[in-house]
């Protein structure tokens, strides 16, 4: 715990492919999946060396370019 008494569980990041976006940061960033939900395409969640976990979720949307 820090000492302002508060730490982060975990990050939410909409990817249009979850697969291929958890795959990246399981292979650059070492980290390892740790649970997925079983639609398709998935919701990955995705904890980093750190501790930090990365819940990659699909979406349509994206920004403007």
């Known amino acids: 715990m820090n000492s302002l008494g508060y730490s982060v569980e975990h990050i939410g990041l909409p990817s249009r492919n979850p697969e291929a976006l958890a795959g990246w940061y399981c ?8 649970w997925r939900n079983a639609e398709q395409p998935p919701a990955i969640f995705v904890a980093l060396p750190s501790g930090l976990i990365l819940e990659i979720y699909p979406t349509e949307i994206t ?3």
Do not use: M, S, Y
């Open 63 to 65: 920004r403007p370019e």
């Open 27 to 34: 292979r650059v960033l070492d980290g390892r999946e740790v």
